[in-house]
């Protein structure tokens, strides 16, 4: 089963940006979607950002026209730009990626915004 690390998670300034990186521990050129959700505290888990295999994408309204998810299979790596970073964004950001039905998470990098 493929492994997921993130990594970039931080403290931040609101209005600043952040960029999250996702590692795969094997290849994800046939990973049908692939993508990042956060939980606040006391919140559920919801969906930010997924791109499919062949490249579309998703986003949450919150996030539209800040938030940019890219992958590069050559790199096994999906990446979350985030910019004009809220208060509100401020959450633990899970990497999820999804093979065939079988679906993986990864286990999550703290991004504040804080002033």
């Known amino acids: 089963q493929v492994q997921l690390v993130e990594s970039g998670g931080d403290l931040v300034q609101p209005g600043g940006s952040l960029e999250l990186s996702c590692a795969a521990s094997?290849?994800?050129?046939?990973?049908?979607?692939m993508g990042w959700y956060r939980q606040a505290p006391g919140k559920q888990r919801e969906l930010v950002a997924t791109?499919?295999?062949?490249?579309?994408?998703n986003y949450a309204d919150s996030v539209k026209g800040r938030f940019t998810i890219s992958r590069d299979n050559a790199k096994n790596t999906v990446y979350l730009q985030m910019m004009s970073l809220k208060s509100e964004d401020t959450a633990v950001y899970y990497c999820?990626?999804?093979?065939?039905?079988?679906?993986?998470w990864g286990q999550g990098t703290q991004v504040t915004v804080s002033s």
């Open positions: 999820y990626a999804r093979f065939g039905v079988v679906s993986t």
């Open positions: 094997r290849s994800i050129a046939n990973s049908n979607l």
């Open positions: 791109i499919t295999k062949g490249g579309s994408t």
